[in-house]
């Protein structure tokens, strides 16, 4: 390809990003990882062996401690609470994205029923997963 | 034997981090190995389950355990109480020099490996909307409020998050520098122990996915604190 006065055009950095933006939609588990940066765990939910594989590895990392972000009802970011690994379902809080009202911690009501959860089915989302904090 | 081993050449800091690296995926430490920096103390979170950091010096006499620490703005340095060796308390001053944060966060940069930050790097491309990727890429800092709570957050890179919030009609006043690190980080500087990028790819997903728990986790530095970066 060239471009004006016969010059190559160099490769458009926005090329690589629109790839990118259509791997956002992606199913599986992402890791950040030390040496690897970002770590891809893809699985076929068709295949059992790879799904039983994935459950495995997704609750090696809950018990490590590690933090599970999945996309929520309106594609809010929500922490994930539990992991149902028989049925394969992410736990996470319902309405995360709703501002909480503000109140002061004496009025907070301590008791009562548990805040609403809803899940979400492990191969329709991916998961981004970190490591336990250090602080800093 | 002695001088076959002095013979043989050391591995430089790259041979050394790709080898933790393949380590890591064999043991199933998906967050993988910190490495160590020579000259650079490696903090590593209470539960991770190797001690990677490298031989402390023996105690001198002189020297005092650490108990507790905390920068005063009035002083512009740190104030440390800690135990000597024979159990008094002492207290003194350290001082912080946002140079010398520059310097060792500059010689961090062997721990990390240049494949791993550009995987980073496309991993935050995702994340962001085209303006802040290319406000990230130009400048190495990015803008989000967040819809729970308002407050914005400027994400910079191997730098602390600051927290903002509207003052008055116009301005913006800093609540504080938000410092986290998963895995672990090299103390005196601004490095963790993941590349630059999933550092902060690591404080947008908790400040998006559960800010309070960011918050919680994170150190907040006072802005006047040289630690935060300012």
């Known amino acids: 390809m060239r471009g004006a006065g016969g010059m190559p055009t160099p490769p458009s950095p926005l090329k690589g990003k629109m790839k990118l933006m259509i791997t956002q939609t992606e199913t599986g588990i992402d890791v950040l990882s030390i040496g690897h940066g970002d770590i891809h765990i893809r699985f076929d939910e068709k295949d059992v062996l790879e799904v039983e594989r994935a459950k495995r590895i997704i609750e090696d990392m809950i018990r490590r401690g590690y933090s599970l972000f999945v996309h929520g009802k309106g594609k809010a970011l929500v922490r994930v609470q539990k992991f149902d690994a028989k049925k394969g379902f992410y736990i996470i809080a319902a309405g995360a994205l709703e501002a909480e009202p503000a109140q002061s911690p004496e009025l907070r009501p301590r008791r009562g029923r548990p805040a609403k959860t809803e899940s979400v089915h492990m191969g329709r989302v991916k998961a981004t997963i970190v490591g336990r904090s250090a602080g800093g | ?230």
């Open chain 2, 1 to 230: 034997m002695s001088e076959e081993v002095q013979e043989r050449p050391m591995p430089t800091y790259r041979q050394v981090a790709a080898k933790l690296k393949e380590l890591a995926t064999e043991r199933g430490e998906w967050a993988g190995f910190p490495m160590m920096v020579e000259g650079l103390e490696l903090c590593l979170e209470p539960r991770f389950p190797y001690d990677l950091r490298l031989k402390p010096k023996p105690a001198a006499a002189d020297d005092f355990k650490i108990v507790n620490s905390w920068f005063s703005s009035r002083l512009r340095c740190e104030v440390v109480v800690g135990r000597d060796a024979a159990g008094r308390a002492r207290f003194g001053y350290r001082a912080m020099n946002q140079a010398a944060f520059l310097i060792d966060t500059m010689r961090a940069c062997d721990a990390w490996l240049l494949e791993a930050e550009r995987s980073a790097i496309d991993k935050l491309a995702t994340m962001l909307s085209h303006r802040m990727f290319t406000a990230y890429m130009l400048v190495g800092a990015f803008l989000e409020t967040s819809k729970r709570s308002g407050v914005t957050y400027m994400f910079r890179k191997l730098r602390p998050t600051l927290a903002l919030r509207p003052d008055g009609d116009e301005g913006m006043r800093i609540l504080c520098g938000l410092c986290l690190h998963p895995v672990g980080y090299y103390a005196g500087t601004w490095a963790g122990a993941q590349t630059p990028t999933d550092d902060m790819v690591a404080h947008l997903l908790m400040m998006r996915g559960d800010e309070p728990k960011f918050w919680a986790n994170a150190n907040q530095h006072h802005p006047s604190n040289p630690a935060c970066g300012l």
